[in-house]
DNA sequence: CCTCCTTAATGAAACGTTACAATGCTTGGT
DNA sequence: ACCAAGCATTGTAACGTTTCATTAAGGAGG
């Protein structure tokens, strides 16, 4: 029978009007102490409940951002959206986290969703196929910041220097004496990608390497299972041609590699070397202590955050920035032959 | 200057009223094959986005579900999360995922927020600090579905038999021949954790141990900074007091007593063995890959948002259901000592 | 030519808030 | 006594949809 119990209801049983009963909720101060408790009684022996929806349709937006996210599952971007919950939280928005799963179609439902929900502003990690939609957004007056991926002039974004994380690595690789490398990832679609892969390209180039040095396996994601399958396809090409380094586009790709190379017993790194990127908390617990490239996860959200909020208080103009972090490099098992304990997490960091 | 396109707009610009746009909107089929073309026509010209909080405002609620759970960066929860999305995605429901962090304040917040937003319904994994909050929502009409969590009759819940899944891990290590066991885990507010402890006991008391068999190490979280600082306290106990085997609440604590335990060079599992608890992705790429005893973690999210959606077009009465699913041991190195390969991910699975 | 149906389209009233301008009421100064 | 100023409160018009009862326009049947 309470079905709703709206602000009218709370006004008639306090004995004032619905506009005092906004007050009390919005600005307390201006309403008198004793009509302020009155309200406050009423709501509470009613159970009032706001209505968000109306109190959004009147504002003319929501007090939602959305995170729209490659892949859920992965503990880099549950860490990115813990970031930028954390800093929403502080200005009283709320995250709508969207899992777009690398696919574009799905990319597409949630722009939808998150556009028709007017929501405060998105930050997302686009799958790359869409390129223009974003534009069309931020033509809508809805501020747009990409994470982990550097955008143009002209547009915000937060993202970390994937070509000096790919030359790292590979620099890496090429410091203890690899020849013969491979890069395992996919798709090329993803900035993040291409962008880890001409970082290696360079250094091979600086080493004076041929690009031939470096054999690209294409994945269709940045999965475990994708790494999985990329090795099996390595792991069975003649042994004078197969690498003795695998740089892998993320630390779950890496995993897979690890997890396949293992099964078939061929011995990381002696056999075959591996290189994540991400550095996410499992990697340095993995089999073989991942060698990754890490980077700095909550501070990519909460800084991606900071931009947006930033650009939507901005009524009149608003300066569009490019944050660029650093990567940083760290050296583990998986690619260390000389580490003193097979299993230990042993660990060291070199240079940001 | 096309600040907010609305209804009207695009009524005005085909020359129809604002009803018929709205027919075209969401009954097409009633609406003339050459209207219906010059409204759409219309609707793309200027760029038309329909109003989310206008229409659930209209319709008095909204088309969310939301989903409280107790940590977003264990994969157990992100697995659940897919589970229940997906689901709820072929309702056309779109997930609003909290993240309680194991508070019970910002549990409390998330749920004032989700009850603002008139949701369709509530999928938690409680922290068991506000039992009665919830019937406050369910009196409100709101469904709820405990998740991961057995519920009381009358109301809904999916589960695993988390007595039975601490019996298995306990009753295996019983049988690895260990005699002197710790359990690691906490808060006990979490009926998880006490679930799993109460399993283990029972199956001492079948073995006709006494309790004191079981060391109990409680934790502030279930998580692996947790579970390294668990560990440390385990090393520094007296040699003849160490337990030779450890029971974890979950893979992450897992994972942390595990890392300590390495760094500190005691041999999992020759001094020490580790269970853990989900069978969560990393658990078989771990250093020493996890036992562990495995949940349907996609199918709990499912099941529960499937709960939820049923519950929620019941008008009438609905009945109230606890699904319970089995768990599922997971024998893996850190529990073996005559594995063949301490680092392989070999693995067998015994009995549901 | 009238009536009765069917199909298309419309007008207007909600939905629950908020903000703005306006109203009363006090109080203090002159 | 009167006015100005300040404070507390209120009426009411939005906000952008959807829905329901209506109207209008053809067409078929008599």
Redesign the pocket.
């Known amino acids: 029978m309470d079905g ?1 119990v ?3 209801d709370v006004a008639s049983r306090a ?9 009390v ?2 600005r307390p101060h ?3 102490p ?3 408790d009155r309200v406050l009684a009423a709501i509470s022996a009613l159970g ?4 968000e929806s ?2 959004q ?4 937006r929501s007090r939602f951002i959305g995170l729209v996210v490659l892949d859920v599952t992965n503990p880099f971007f549950t860490d990115v959206a813990r970031g930028a919950e954390d800093l929403a939280n502080e200005f009283g928005l709320a995250v709508i986290l969207c899992n777009s799963d690398e696919q574009p179609a799905r990319e597409t439902r949630y722009l939808d969703l998150l556009e028709q929900h007017r929501v405060r502003g998105i930050l997302i990690t686009p799958t790359g196929s869409n390129p223009h939609r974003l534009d069309e957004i931020r033509a809508r007056g809805i501020p747009v910041v990409l994470v982990d991926r550097h955008a143009r002039r002209g547009r915000c974004s937060v993202s970390v220097d994937d070509v000096h994380g790919g030359d790292l690595a590979a620099t890496h690789l090429l410091e203890r004496g690899h020849r013969r490398l491979a890069f395992v990832g996919g798709p090329f679609t993803l900035h993040q990608v291409q962008d880890r892969l001409d970082g290696a390209l360079q250094s091979l180039k600086r080493a004076g390497l041929d690009e031939s040095a470096l054999h690209i396996e294409e994945t269709p994601a940045l999965n475990v299972a994708s790494g999985m399958d990329a090795a099996a396809r390595l792991a069975e090409r003649p042994a004078h041609q197969r690498p003795t380094a695998v740089f892998c586009a993320n630390d779950l790709v890496a995993l897979g590699v690890l997890q396949e190379l293992t099964r078939r017993h061929i011995a990381v790194p002696e056999e075959i070397a591996i290189m994540g990127y991400d550095d996410i908390a499992f990697a340095a617990s993995a089999a073989v202590p991942l060698t990754s490239v890490r980077q700095p996860r909550a501070q990519l959200g909460r800084a991606a955050a900071e931009l947006l909020i930033e650009e939507s208080r901005a009524d009149g103009h608003h300066k569009h920035r490019q944050v660029v972090f650093e990567p940083e490099l760290v050296v583990r098992g998986s690619t260390d032959m000389v580490h003193l304990d097979g299993r230990a997490g042993l660990e060291m960091t070199v240079e940001g």
Do not use: P
Not at 48 to 51: K, P, T
Not at 57 to 60: E, I, P, Q, S, V
């Open positions: 709703q709206g602000i009218k004995g004032v009007s619905t506009a005092t009963v906004s007050n909720l919005n201006i309403v008198a004793a009509t302020r009032f409940i706001r209505n109306a109190r349709l009147r504002a003319g």
